[in-house]
């Protein structure tokens, strides 16, 4: 079983367009994040939801909504997508906070914008 | 969360030690030092980490400097499936930092036959 799920794997979509990345985790986690990784190959956070809460919002344009039914999914919904959103987007999950083994990341969905 | 440099590149021989240098000059008493890497076209993968002793798990050993300013990850034998991008993270951990892990460059490691 994988514990942290993203669909699509990959997702090419026109210049304002709308689209949703779904992430689930089965780990039994309270936090989840989105991290975007860009064509230089930094992993910067997004957001961060615990037990469905936002908890962190790294000044992301208003045109990224996560959205979290459950502790479990994270899904992350873009409006109006532009070329410089192209990139490979992380979902992550960890326990509560603390110096506890670490985070662990989904396999990543790379979003081409044409 | 304190600032890490580490190496761009490295390479190493199949079967030997890989010694991964990171500084952080700047770290805090409070601040954790991380190990994260990422295989190509993977997610990062929680490798190990410290606050001041050293530690040892199934993957890798982490040696922390006694000033605490600097950390050598060490893997053991090196294969070829240990080739990947491997990040030095430190952060702060309480109940507060929710989770901002901030990856830096890191040190692309080139294990060769």
């Known amino acids: 079983d994988t514990a942290v799920s993203q669909t699509p794997k990959y997702l090419v979509t026109q210049m304002g367009n709308d689209k949703s990345i779904k992430c689930e985790q089965n780990?039994?986690?309270?936090?989840m994040y989105w991290y975007k990784q860009d064509s230089k190959k930094f992993l910067k956070i997004m957001f961060s939801?615990?037990?469905?809460?936002?908890?962190i919002n790294e000044t992301v344009p208003n045109r990224f909504s996560p959205k979290s039914p459950d502790k479990a999914h994270l899904n992350l919904h873009i409006n109006s997508l532009e070329l410089g959103d192209s990139a490979v987007y992380f979902c992550?999950?960890?326990?509560?906070?603390?110096?506890?083994?670490?985070?662990?990341f989904g396999s990543g969905t790379r979003l081409t914008v044409v | 969360d304190a600032k890490t440099t580490q190496p761009p590149s490295m390479d190493c021989a199949e079967g030997r030690a890989a010694n991964l240098p990171c500084n952080h000059s700047?770290?805090?008493?409070?601040?954790?030092v991380y190990w994260y890497r990422q295989i190509h076209s993977q997610g990062p993968q929680y490798i190990i980490h410290?606050?001041?002793n050293n530690e040892t798990n199934e993957m890798a050993s982490l040696i922390i400097t006694e000033d605490r300013k600097s950390s050598t990850l060490i893997l053991p034998h090196a294969t070829l499936r240990d080739t990947a991008v491997y990040y030095c993270?430190?952060?702060?951990?309480?109940?507060?930092?929710?989770?901002?892990?901030?990856f830096g460059a890191g040190t692309q490691v080139v294990v060769t036959p």
């Open positions: 410290g606050l001041k």
């Open positions: 993270i430190v952060r702060v951990m309480t109940t507060d930092s929710w989770g901002k892990l901030q």
């Open positions: 939801y615990n037990n469905k809460e936002l908890i």
């Open positions: 700047t770290i805090s008493g409070n601040e954790y």
């Open positions: 992550a999950s960890s326990q509560i906070p603390g110096p506890n083994y670490g985070y662990t």
């Open positions: 780990l039994g986690h309270d936090t």
